[in-house]
């Protein structure tokens, strides 16, 4: 099983402050780092550590930090053919990291905000029966929807991590299998589980950050504790609880499986710098597993 990762890219400019600024207010703090991000390409990311076959759909612009991330796409083995180019910047990521390991983003899309429709035409045939897409929200909802839609056609299983959170189409709802908010998403989709069973939505799986995570369906309700671990940096947790979720189902594990699989790999990525650099590989999600419990 292939999984088709369809999102942005972001070049992640990183400052390490004492506290978050709040509205007005500077915060002086001393380091700073410049590393690959992006929620799509994270999962990608995520989904190839774990050793999935993945292709990745996004936009890069016409600088030099495009460069940067499909040199690293094809070093993690991603296939990278039916990545677009726009004649604008590549996405960009401004991110404060506390001491706590919290952060605050704020997003400058560029190419990003260009994929389109036809971009995903253009990669017709990598919608195949069977095959796992892997969607969130920080690239056009018209171009999730249109994915969805056609995954859907295809008999796709659709997984839906529905940040960072904005209105969507009601539609997309009944395009999806699985869909997986934090909390505040959760809540700022505004919809009841039952709601979105009766649109055709198989598992409502919500992470909890140190909490884990809780599935809901319309037949049961389980909570995946989380692994107590020290934070370092939680940008990109849940980008890897999603990849590894996604790449789990790909190899074969059942749904309860994955997720335990899913909130190991997340409790190493929060222990490491970075957004793409912590993905952790299968070898150490399941050494993490033999070594750790919950
Ligand atoms: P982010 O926006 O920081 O990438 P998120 O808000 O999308 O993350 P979270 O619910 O915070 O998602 O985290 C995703 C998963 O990562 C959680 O379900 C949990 O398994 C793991 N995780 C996050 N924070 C911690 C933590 N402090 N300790 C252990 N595991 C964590
Ligand atoms: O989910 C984390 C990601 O969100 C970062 O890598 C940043 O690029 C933003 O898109």
Same mark, same amino acid.
Request: aromatic share 6%; proline share 5%.
């Given at each position: 099983?292939?999984?088709?990762?369809?999102?942005?890219?972001?070049?992640?400019?990183?400052?390490?402050?004492?506290?978050?600024?709040?509205?007005?207010?500077?915060? =002086?703090?001393?380091?700073?780092?410049?590393?690959?991000?992006?929620?799509?390409?994270?999962?990608?990311?995520?989904?190839?550590?774990?050793?999935?076959? =993945?292709?990745?759909?996004?936009?890069?612009?016409?600088?030099?930090?495009?460069?940067?991330?499909?040199?690293?796409?094809?070093?993690?083995?991603?296939?990278?053919?039916?990545?677009?180019?726009?004649?604008?910047?590549?996405? =960009?990521?401004? @991110?404060?990291?506390?001491?706590?390991?919290?952060?605050?983003?704020?997003?400058?899309?560029?190419?990003?905000?260009?994929?389109?429709?036809?971009?995903?035409?253009?990669?017709?045939?990598?919608?195949?029966?069977?095959? @796992?897409?892997? $969607?969130?929200?920080?690239?056009?909802?018209?171009?999730?929807?249109?994915?969805?839609?056609?995954?859907?056609?295809?008999?796709?299983?659709?997984?839906?991590?529905?940040?960072?959170?904005?209105?969507?189409?009601?539609?997309?709802?009944?395009?999806?299998?699985?869909?997986?908010?934090?909390?505040?998403?959760?809540?700022?989709?505004?919809?009841?589980?039952?709601?979105?069973?009766?649109?055709?939505?198989?598992?409502?799986?919500?992470?909890?950050?140190?909490?884990?995570?809780? $599935?809901?369906?319309?037949?049961?309700?389980? @909570?995946?504790?989380?692994?107590?671990?020290?934070? =370092?940096?939680?940008?990109?947790?849940?980008?890897?609880?999603?990849?590894?979720?996604?790449?789990?189902?790909?190899?074969?594990?059942?749904?309860?499986?994955?997720?335990?699989?899913?909130?190991?790999?997340?409790?190493?990525?929060?222990?490491?710098?970075?957004?793409?650099?912590?993905?952790?590989?299968?070898?150490?999600?399941?050494?993490?597993?033999?070594?750790?419990? @919950?």
């Amino acid at each position: 099983m292939n999984i088709l990762v369809i999102g942005s890219s972001n070049t992640d400019m990183t400052a390490l402050v004492p506290s978050i600024p709040g509205p007005g207010e500077t915060v =002086v703090g001393s380091g700073y780092r410049v590393t690959l991000g992006g929620k799509g390409a994270n999962q990608a990311v995520a989904c190839a550590r774990q050793g999935a076959r =993945v292709t990745f759909i996004t936009a890069l612009g016409n600088d030099s930090l495009a460069q940067d991330h499909l040199a690293s796409f094809k070093k993690e083995g991603i296939d990278t053919s039916f990545i677009a180019r726009k004649p604008v910047h590549t996405g =960009v990521a401004l @991110i404060f990291v506390d001491q706590n390991g919290e952060n605050s983003i704020g997003v400058a899309a560029g190419a990003n905000d260009m994929l389109s429709p036809s971009d995903i035409d253009a990669a017709d045939g990598c919608f195949r029966e069977g095959d @796992i897409l892997l $969607l969130q929200l920080e690239i056009p909802s018209e171009t999730v929807l249109y994915a969805a839609r056609k995954a859907k056609e295809r008999k796709m299983k659709v997984i839906l991590n529905p940040a960072p959170v904005r209105n969507i189409p009601r539609e997309l709802f009944s395009c999806t299998d699985i869909i997986t908010p934090n909390r505040h998403e959760l809540a700022a989709l505004g919809i009841a589980p039952e709601k979105l069973f009766e649109m055709g939505t198989e598992y409502l799986i919500t992470t909890l950050g140190a909490e884990g995570v809780k $599935l809901v369906s319309s037949g049961e309700s389980y @909570i995946v504790p989380a692994y107590k671990v020290r934070p =370092v940096d939680t940008v990109g947790a849940g980008d890897c609880f999603n990849g590894a979720f996604a790449a789990s189902l790909a190899m074969g594990y059942d749904i309860r499986a994955s997720l335990e699989r899913a909130v190991a790999a997340a409790a190493i990525a929060v222990t490491k710098e970075g957004a793409q650099a912590a993905m952790p590989t299968a070898r150490e999600t399941e050494l993490f597993i033999q070594n750790n419990s @919950i």
